[in-house]
């Protein structure tokens, strides 16, 4: 049975990783490498834990985490869908049991909000945990007078907490935001459509999707 461990610690795998990130720096995007996916793959595993799901279900939500974006090697367009066909190739030559391929790599392929959709808790977790890492550090630029829009809402914000209440009625992101760096405005011009995707996904796992910007609720 492969573990998150063993997936965490393969040595091609984090190649992968490693060169997509490489990427997504020359095209100019916020960091996605090992900080990124490592966040994600923990959300996942709050989410899924919080929820009551197996702990088999939680390591493999675990592992699409890890894995899902490795596509951003082939092309950041349409990465959701080549990082499934990698992930597929990569389990299956590990000898992973098809049933857990086949969990892992609908929820890498339905993690993006271009076209993915929330068709199992599985896939729902991964965009709630993906979608809610926005973070200061992400951003690589160091030259403020240079920051794009992307790097401007990820630097403004402070802290980033995504929950679940007690009755599992509602999963919330709070946000603190400083908005000498960006305006409340600009993370919905920018992520109105991630936290639409987070609305459905919550939906999907029968909890209502809350966003909370410096005190006040939002959505």
Same mark, same amino acid.
């Given at each position: 049975?492969?573990?998150?461990?063993?997936?965490?610690?393969?040595?091609?795998?984090?190649?992968?990783?490693?060169?997509?990130? %490489?990427?997504?720096?020359?095209?100019?995007?916020?960091?996605?490498?090992?900080?990124?996916?490592?966040?994600?793959? %923990?959300?996942?595993?709050?989410?899924?834990?919080?929820?009551?799901?197996?702990?088999?279900?939680?390591?493999?939500?675990?592992?699409?985490?890890?894995?899902?974006?490795?596509?951003?090697?082939?092309?950041?367009?349409?990465?959701?869908?080549?990082?499934?066909?990698?992930?597929?190739?990569?389990?299956?030559?590990?000898?992973?049991?098809?049933?857990?391929?086949?969990?892992?790599?609908?929820?890498?392929?339905?993690?993006?909000?271009?076209?993915?959709?929330?068709?199992?808790?599985?896939?729902?977790?991964?965009?709630?945990?993906?979608?809610?890492?926005?973070?200061?550090?992400?951003?690589?630029?160091?030259?403020?007078?240079?920051?794009?829009?992307?790097?401007?809402?990820?630097?403004?914000?402070?802290?980033?907490?995504?929950?679940?209440?007690?009755?599992?009625?509602?999963?919330?992101?709070?946000?603190?935001?400083?908005?000498?760096?960006?305006?409340?405005?600009?993370?919905?011009?920018?992520?109105?459509?991630?936290?639409?995707?987070?609305?459905?996904?919550?939906?999907?796992?029968?909890?209502?999707?809350?966003?909370?910007?410096?005190?006040?609720?939002?959505?």
């Amino acid at each position: 049975m492969i573990t998150y461990e063993q997936i965490r610690h393969h040595q091609d795998i984090n190649t992968y990783i490693r060169k997509a990130d %490489e990427s997504l720096i020359a095209l100019g995007f916020t960091e996605h490498s090992f900080a990124h996916v490592g966040l994600v793959a %923990e959300k996942c595993r709050y989410i899924l834990a919080t929820m009551g799901y197996s702990e088999r279900e939680i390591e493999l939500g675990q592992i699409a985490a890890y894995l899902h974006d490795i596509g951003n090697l082939v092309n950041r367009i349409d990465h959701s869908q080549s990082g499934a066909v990698m992930a597929f190739r990569i389990l299956d030559k590990l000898g992973m049991d098809p049933a857990d391929i086949s969990e892992i790599v609908t929820a890498i392929g339905n993690h993006d909000e271009g076209t993915g959709r929330p068709v199992s808790p599985m896939a729902a977790a991964l965009i709630l945990a993906d979608k809610s890492d926005v973070r200061r550090s992400r951003v690589r630029n160091q030259d403020e007078s240079r920051f794009d829009i992307h790097d401007r809402v990820n630097y403004s914000v402070e802290t980033a907490e995504l929950t679940i209440d007690d009755a599992h009625t509602e999963v919330r992101l709070t946000l603190t935001v400083d908005t000498r760096y960006s305006a409340v405005m600009e993370y919905f011009e920018i992520f109105m459509q991630r936290m639409l995707m987070c609305r459905k996904a919550a939906e999907a796992l029968q909890l209502q999707f809350r966003l909370t910007i410096n005190g006040q609720q939002l959505m």
